[in-house]
């Protein structure tokens, strides 16, 4: 396939580009050409500068899909954020309108439909994964427009998860009473690739999950990872509140995680997923978080 990507540079998109550059020809919607330079010697990748907000649809390419993977996760920068994850996905539908392209993957969040206990977005971040979605939904809601809600993903150039893992390296490591589903990026790429060949005459949204993980029990397999007895703190639910002070821009603590942070329950499963690309998650945590522990501390950021 002649595929059109966008947020190739990131987290997720640097894992896709990397896999599905091995049996498709790419084209990357880039900002910064200096940042896809981890892509040189990569024969089946082209670039094409240019920027989701600020779109210029005077592309001459065919494409057969596209795949939209750009955003942005932190808030503290509102109206940043809403520009890209809502403006961005506005102006990627509407060229994939005037390109004739049905086939697209748009890479939301668990976070646009909410913990299990509310059931819709309770941050800016969600909300703007929300509306992002219906900007698609408004164009390609009779197209084979692919809706792709992963959890906490983790692996490779991830940097969301970082600290939870420079954290738990000290040995001590503080847990509330929450659980969460987790998957490695690797299957989020294969789900993206394998949702490619879905063919639908009518947009879905599908959920992926590599397991759940109350938070105790990720501290103890990241103990295990790093070899170490550690120390496992219980905070109690009245800090949260607290932690607002500590809340600043650059700092994973922001006003908008901490109203994620309240929800106990982040769950979803792949039954929709499965029923349709008859494909689930192949790698456990135990195997993925160790994997991403030594590609950190490989890589010198551990």
Not at 116 to 123: A, F, I, L, N, Q
Not at 147 to 168: E, H, K, T
Request: hydrophobic share 40%.
């Amino acid at each position: 396939m002649r595929i059109f990507i966008t947020g190739a540079t990131g987290f997720v998109g640097i894992n896709t580009v990397f896999e599905l550059s091995k049996n498709h020809e790419l084209f990357l919607l880039v900002r910064n050409i200096d940042k896809a330079r981890l892509f040189e010697g990569l024969s089946n990748v082209r670039f094409i500068k240019g920027d989701v907000v600020d779109f210029k649809a005077d592309i001459s390419e065919n494409f057969d899909a596209i795949i939209h993977i750009a955003g942005r996760i932190k808030a503290d920068n509102l109206q940043k954020l809403y520009q890209t994850n809502v403006d961005g996905c506005k102006n990627i539908a509407l060229f994939a309108k005037q390109k004739g392209i049905r086939n697209i993957v748009y890479l939301s969040s668990l976070a646009a439909r909410g913990p299990d206990e509310r059931g819709y977005p309770v941050s800016h971040y969600g909300n703007s994964k929300r509306l992002g979605e219906l900007e698609f939904l408004k164009l390609h809601f009779d197209s084979n427009l692919k809706i792709l809600r992963p959890p906490i993903i983790y692996g490779p150039y991830d940097r969301g998860m970082l600290d939870v893992f420079r954290i738990a390296k000290t040995g001590f490591f503080p847990v509330l009473e929450r659980v969460y589903s987790l998957v490695h990026v690797f299957d989020v790429v294969k789900a993206i690739e394998k949702l490619l060949y879905v063919n639908r005459q009518s947009a879905k949204v599908y959920y992926i999950s590599g397991g759940d993980l109350t938070m105790e029990q990720l501290a103890k397999k990241l103990f295990e990872v790093f070899s170490k007895k550690g120390r496992i703190i219980k905070i109690p639910e009245i800090v949260i509140p607290l932690l607002r002070v500590l809340s600043h821009e650059g700092s994973p603590l922001t006003k908008d995680k901490l109203r994620e942070l309240k929800a106990t329950k982040w769950l979803c499963d792949n039954t929709k997923l499965y029923r349709d690309t008859n494909f689930l998650p192949e790698i456990y945590h135990d195997d993925g978080l160790r994997k991403t522990a030594l590609w950190y501390e490989e890589h010198g950021w551990l």
